[in-house]
Structures are given as C-alpha cells and as structure tokens.
C-alpha cells in the first residue's frame, strides 16, 4: 500500500521536524524544539505515502478521561487525500485504549474542520488545570471537546 499510518519512533524526527516546521513559521502549530519531540515521539502517530512522512498528529493525556490531540499536521499537497481524518481517527482510536473518555483540541485556523467531526466549541474554563495554566491568550486558540 502506497499509504501507512503507524506510530512514530525516534528515526522519524528529522522527517517530523522537516513537516511541521513551515507551520510553525506560519503561527499555525505552535513551535516544538528537537528536543521536545525526541522526548515525546511515542505520541505521535504518523501518515506516510510512498513511505515518506506526510502527516501527524500527537495524543497527550492530560487525566486518567482527558487528552489532548495536538500538532495534527498535513503536508500542503496532501491535504486533500483525508490523511488529517485517518489521523485524527487514529488518535482517538488510541485515547480509547486508554480510557480517554473525552478528548480536546486547540486551533487557530481550522475551527469549522474539527467542528465538523463531531467537536464542540468550549472555552479556556472547560481545559484541565495544567493546560488552562498554560494557555497562550495571543494565540487565542478556539478550544474544542468531543466525547469519545
């Protein structure tokens, strides 16, 4: 199959680096230095076409029923091949196992995407403690729940 979605493992972190870096740049993901990602890998799923990464997203749990799905990144010239879906897919499918029985998103472009798989709007107050604490005002993220 020319399409592979698996979790990441340490060798992928120049390919992760190298697709969420022009994101980053925009304001759209917020900046995740090497040595963050090196330390967190294992929540990362990853997307590849012709075995080349091409999309991820990461599950941070953040209670023993809440986790976040954070860094959902598609390469431009495959954002329309509904790898964000399989990925986001893929996430709750994990938080499942865990036990996770709601999940929730901070975005600052694509509101009406996750709206439109099932998230509801919710606000700062809804966060759990740690993340509220960390919560960047001039980002001013749009903050979204879906119960799984």
Known sequence: SLENIRE??????AALIALIEPMEAE???VH??????????EYFSIMEHDAII????????HSDDEA?????AVSPEHRECGYGE?????????A????????????????????????KLGTVDDLPA?????????RRSRVLFKAL
């Open 68 to 72: 976040e799905l954070a860094c959902l």
């Open 8 to 13: 990441a493992k340490p060798d992928d972190i």
């Open 86 to 94: 399989q990925l986001m897919k893929r996430i709750e499918k994990r």
């Open 27 to 29: 304001g759209v993901l």
């Open 54 to 61: 091409v999309g991820c997203a990461a599950l941070y749990r």
């Open 32 to 41: 995740r230095p090497r040595e963050l990602l090196e330390r967190e890998v």
């Open 130 to 138: 740690r993340k509220r604490d960390m919560y960047n005002y001039q």
């Open 96 to 119: 499942k196992k865990m036990g996770i029985k709601r999940l929730f998103v901070l975005t600052t472009r694509t509101e009406h995407w996750f709206v439109e798989r099932g998230f």
